[in-house]
């Protein structure tokens, strides 16, 4: 059984910093290409950042891009985004996805395996 779990998130001052964790369980993780998407009240989710299974080539949203930077540890099994520079905007639940494809897709519905999310409250 797949699991991903999320955690980091939380309340932050605009300007702020978080670095949210997604451990991994139930799948050969150095496999997998990995992402982090958001959703946002009323609004759909959207793609954040992915890194490929070699943790050579990463993605990035626009509206992060110089932000945010993902990361991940094949050892422990887990995938990291930091989030510098914190706006209000950014304020959302964080997902992170796991994907068998070497193509980072920027919509939800191909990814294969999803975490429960984690909320992230930016202050202003």
């Known amino acids: 059984q797949v699991q991903l779990v999320e955690s980091g998130g939380g309340l932050v001052q605009a300007g702020g910093s978080l670095r949210l964790s997604c451990a991994a369980s139930?799948?050969?993780?150095?496999?997998?290409?990995l992402g982090w998407f958001r959703q946002a009240p009323g609004k759909e989710r959207q793609f954040v950042a992915a890194?490929?299974?070699?943790?050579?080539?990463?993605n990035y949203a626009d509206s992060v891009k110089g932000r945010f930077t993902i990361s991940r540890d094949n050892a422990k099994n887990t995938v990291y985004l930091q989030m510098n520079s914190l706006k209000p905007e950014d304020t959302a639940v964080y997902y992170c996805?796991?994907?068998?494809?070497?193509?980072?897709?920027?919509?939800?519905?191909?990814?294969?395996?999803w975490g429960q999310g984690t909320q992230v409250t930016v202050s202003s």
């Open positions: 890194i490929n299974r070699s943790n050579r080539n990463t």
């Open positions: 996805a796991a994907d068998r494809s070497v193509v980072v897709n920027t919509v939800p519905k191909p990814w294969d395996y």
């Open positions: 139930g799948l050969t993780f150095s496999t997998y290409l």
